[in-house]
């Protein structure tokens, strides 16, 4: 197997969809993948446009989001390497259901819908193993669902930042780096709030020596005074 093969198996074996399938597995799905690279702040698709490839991250991160009647964006997810979006673009030919766009220079793995259902069908084996999983993804979307119905905007906000550093931050010398540069406009997008509500919750925490912010993301000094935070 050539290098950038080896490279791609490795990748795709970090993607929780893939988790079950063998190397040998995963070697036929890294024939069918297109690398490709894209500057900061690049769309890679637009919501509604014709979906022809689900794409992985091998570098970089991207965020994707859905805009409504008056041009505002609602924050559906940010991505990081390892990475799979559109989750809904594997079993049926609908277009992209939002726009996704690049936060910093990014290199994606491309999988053609096309070549990937044919793939499924000549191996069942793999396709049963997929479907498993997603049935765990469904169930897992359930919880978040419930989790974030009845709560205000202050406990989205901080379940927000738990969950950008469970999924995305690095622990040093006990402080959480979250490496994902996003404005404050972007933060609100993604709980559904202003950018002056996200202002005056960063800057208490902030005052409170919860969490720091910077233009290259975040640090989360205390996290168990995160979790018990309440906005005086």
Same mark, same amino acid.
């Given at each position: 197997?050539?290098? +950038?093969?080896?490279?791609?198996?490795?990748?795709?074996?970090?993607?929780?969809?893939?988790?079950?399938?063998?190397?040998?597995?995963?070697?036929?799905?890294?024939?069918?993948?297109?690398?490709?690279? =894209?500057?900061?702040? $690049? #769309?890679?698709?637009?919501?509604?446009?014709?979906?022809?490839? %689900? =794409?992985?991250?091998?570098?970089?991160?991207?965020?994707?989001?859905?805009?409504?009647? /008056?041009?505002? !964006? !609602?924050?559906?997810?940010?991505?990081?390497?390892?990475?799979?979006?559109?989750?809904?673009? *594997?079993?049926?030919?609908?277009? =992209?259901?939002?726009?996704?766009?690049?936060? %910093?220079?990014?290199?994606?793995?491309?999988?053609?819908?096309?070549?990937?259902?044919?793939?499924?069908?000549?191996?069942?084996?793999?396709?049963?193993?997929?479907?498993?999983?997603?049935?765990?993804?469904?169930?897992?979307?359930?919880?978040?669902?419930?989790?974030?119905?009845?709560?205000? %905007? !202050? /406990?989205?906000?901080?379940?927000?930042?738990?969950? *950008?550093? +469970?999924?995305?931050?690095? #622990?040093?010398?006990?402080?959480?780096?979250? +490496?994902?540069?996003? $404005?404050?406009?972007?933060?609100?997008?993604?709980?559904?709030?202003?950018?002056? $509500?996200?202002?005056?919750? *960063?800057?208490?925490?902030?005052?409170?020596?919860?969490?720091?912010?910077?233009?290259?993301?975040? #640090?989360?000094?205390?996290?168990?005074?995160?979790?018990?935070?309440?906005? /005086?």
């Amino acid at each position: 197997m050539k290098e +950038e093969a080896i490279d791609t198996v490795s990748l795709l074996r970090q993607v929780p969809l893939f988790r079950d399938l063998s190397d040998e597995e995963l070697g036929g799905l890294s024939t069918i993948m297109i690398q490709r690279s =894209y500057r900061k702040k $690049t #769309v890679v698709f637009s919501e509604g446009g014709d979906k022809e490839a %689900v =794409y992985f991250i091998q570098q970089g991160l991207v965020k994707t989001y859905k805009t409504d009647e /008056n041009g505002h !964006q !609602q924050i559906v997810s940010f991505l990081k390497k390892g990475d799979m979006f559109p989750h809904t673009g *594997l079993f049926h030919a609908n277009c =992209y259901p939002a726009t996704a766009e690049t936060i %910093v220079p990014t290199t994606l793995l491309a999988m053609p819908i096309k070549p990937f259902e044919f793939l499924l069908s000549s191996t069942p084996g793999v396709a049963v193993k997929i479907l498993r999983v997603m049935s765990q993804k469904i169930l897992e979307l359930q919880e978040k669902i419930q989790e974030l119905t009845g709560q205000d %905007v !202050q /406990n989205r906000g901080q379940l927000f930042l738990l969950k *950008l550093a +469970e999924n995305n931050g690095k #622990v040093k010398n006990g402080k959480y780096i979250i +490496e994902m540069p996003m $404005t404050h406009q972007d933060i609100a997008n993604a709980i559904g709030t202003t950018r002056e $509500t996200v202002n005056r919750m *960063l800057n208490q925490l902030r005052k409170e020596g919860i969490v720091e912010t910077d233009r290259l993301g975040f #640090v989360i000094h205390d996290m168990e005074a995160l979790r018990h935070w309440r906005e /005086n």
